[in-house]
């Protein structure tokens, strides 16, 4: 089973910046797109941004575009959501989650964790 645990969220003010991580134990994420998505309370969940097996990415929401990058770095077994100038709109529980080879691909519905957290408020 493959099981990934989101870390990095915290409270911000806006135009602060934040890195999400993405991270697997005893499971290698080079074979898998990872995609990023969040929840804000009152609304239904929304891709954000999604990286491919082969590091191309694909993003989701014109909001976050120009703000939001996301990297991975095998060798660390990690995905990366840096978020740069972040808006009170941005506030959401930001989770990972696997996809088969591609941002197309099928999603794996159970491979994400509890979730991180993120903030933005003055």
């Known amino acids: 089973q493959l099981q990934l645990v989101e870390s990095g969220g915290g409270l911000v003010q806006p135009g602060g910046s934040l890195r999400l991580s993405c991270a697997a134990s005893?499971?290698?994420?080079?074979?898998?797109?990872i995609v990023w998505f969040r929840q804000a309370p009152g609304k239904g969940r929304e891709g954000v941004l999604c990286i491919s097996s082969s590091g191309g990415s694909t993003n989701y929401l014109d909001s976050v575009k120009g703000r939001f990058t996301i990297s991975r770095d095998n060798a660390k077994n990690t995905v990366y959501l840096q978020m740069n100038s972040l808006k009170p709109e941005d506030t959401a529980v930001y989770y990972c989650?696997?996809?088969?080879?591609?941002?197309?691909?099928?999603?794996?519905?159970?491979?994400w964790g509890q979730g991180t957290q993120v903030t933005v408020s003055s």
């Open positions: 989650a696997a996809r088969n080879y591609y941002c197309s691909g099928p999603l794996f519905t159970g491979s």
């Open positions: 005893g499971v290698t994420l080079d074979d898998y797109a």
